[in-house]
C-alpha cells in the first residue's frame, strides 16, 4: 500500500512539470519546434496535461478542473502567441492542442474507472 501512495505523489509533480514546461516554451520568443514535428509535440503535450490528472489526481474535483482546463490554456496560450515577437497565432496548433486534450480526457476517464473498479472489487496490484 504504501509503494501505491509513494507512486501517486509522483504524478502531481509530472502534471506540473508539463504545465510550466508547455507555458514557458509557449511563450518565448522567436522559439519554434521544427515543422514536422511541431503537430505532433502539441498533440503529446496536451495528451498528458489531461490524462494525468483524471487518471492519476485522488480529488475527483481537482482532476475534472485541471483536465477540462487543458483545452482552453491551449486556446489561450495560442492567442497570445500572436502577440510575441517571432511567433505566430496557429490554427493548426489549436486542433493539435484541442485533440490531444480531448483524446487525454477520454484516456483519463478510462484510467479512472479502472482504478475505481479495481477499489471496488478490492484488487491491488503491488
Not at 49 to 59: E, G, S, V
Not at 81 to 101: C, K, V, W, Y
Amino acid at each position: 500500500m504504501k509503494t501505491s501512495k509513494k507512486i501517486s505523489n509522483r504524478w502531481p509533480h509530472l502534471w506540473l512539470f508539463c504545465l510550466a514546461a508547455i507555458c514557458i516554451v509557449s511563450t518565448l520568443p522567436f522559439f519554434s519546434p521544427p515543422e514536422a514535428t511541431d503537430f505532433l509535440l502539441h498533440l503529446i503535450c496536451y495528451f498528458l496535461l489531461a490524462t494525468i490528472p483524471l487518471a492519476c489526481f485522488d480529488r475527483r474535483d481537482f482532476a475534472f478542473m485541471a483536465a477540462a482546463a487543458a483545452p482552453t490554456m491551449g486556446l489561450l496560450l495560442e492567442y497570445l502567441q500572436g502577440h510575441i515577437d517571432g511567433r505566430i497565432f496557429s490554427p493548426e496548433d489549436m486542433l493539435a492542442n484541442n485533440l490531444g486534450a480531448g483524446l487525454g480526457i477520454i484516456t483519463g476517464l478510462v484510467f479512472r474507472l479502472i482504478r475505481k473498479s479495481k477499489r471496488l472489487t478490492g484488487e491491488h496490484h503491488e
